[in-house]
């Protein structure tokens, strides 16, 4: 009798005992903050708060505008210039290169405006533009070739 209790209480441990955090699933409804640009040949890792607050939109150029949801102003964009066909903007106030990658040259620009069509926000936009001056060349992940 000691036997199957010992059995039936190991049997009980194994299947019910797992490790809190393992081989439970993410939360789906939270947005990753990176963008795979396959374009420019690689992904990259947005500030925080950028998919959430954000809507993505691809100019005729094929630049990617991050507009806020609420308003539709624009908290800053990337723009990814081909190497030997064309030349990268100036870097100035607003706007500066971000890094490279085989094939591209990556700038991020911010707006410079002060008028939005949503004056509630004005505090999250001033801090998504001063997240996206504070990204570095490691916000870029080369894809493989």
Same mark, same amino acid.
């Given at each position: @009798?000691?036997?199957?209790?010992?059995?039936?209480?190991?049997?009980? !441990?194994?299947?019910? !005992? /797992?490790? %809190?955090? #393992?081989?439970?699933?993410?939360? @789906?409804?939270?947005? $990753?903050?990176? &963008?795979?640009? =396959?374009? =420019?040949? +690689?992904?990259?890792?947005?500030? *925080?708060?950028?998919?959430? &607050?954000?809507? %993505?939109?691809? =100019?005729?150029?094929?630049?990617?505008?991050?507009?806020?949801?609420?308003?539709?102003?624009?908290?800053?964009?990337?723009? +990814?210039?081909?190497?030997?066909?064309?030349?990268?903007?100036?870097? #100035?106030?607003? %706007?500066?290169?971000?890094?490279?990658?085989?094939?591209? %040259?990556? /700038?991020? @620009?911010?707006?410079? !405006?002060?008028?939005?069509?949503?004056? $509630?926000?004005?505090?999250?936009?001033?801090?998504?533009?001063?997240? +996206?001056?504070? @990204?570095?060349? *490691?916000?870029?992940?080369?894809? /493989? /070739?």
């Amino acid at each position: @009798m000691k036997k199957l209790l010992c059995l039936l209480l190991s049997l009980f !441990c194994l299947t019910g !005992c /797992q490790p %809190v955090g #393992q081989g439970q699933p993410e939360p @789906m409804d939270i947005p $990753k903050d990176e &963008y795979v640009w =396959a374009e =420019a040949g +690689a992904t990259i890792l947005l500030p *925080e708060g950028t998919m959430t &607050y954000c809507d %993505v939109h691809i =100019a005729e150029s094929g630049a990617l505008w991050f507009d806020f949801k609420d308003g539709g102003d624009t908290a800053f964009w990337l723009e +990814a210039w081909e190497k030997g066909v064309e030349e990268p903007l100036e870097e #100035q106030l607003g %706007v500066f290169t971000l890094g490279e990658t085989d094939t591209h %040259v990556i /700038q991020v @620009m911010t707006s410079t !405006c002060g008028t939005l069509n949503n004056e $509630k926000i004005r505090p999250l936009w001033e801090e998504m533009r001063k997240k +996206a001056v504070e @990204m570095t060349e *490691e916000n870029i992940i080369l894809m /493989q /070739q």
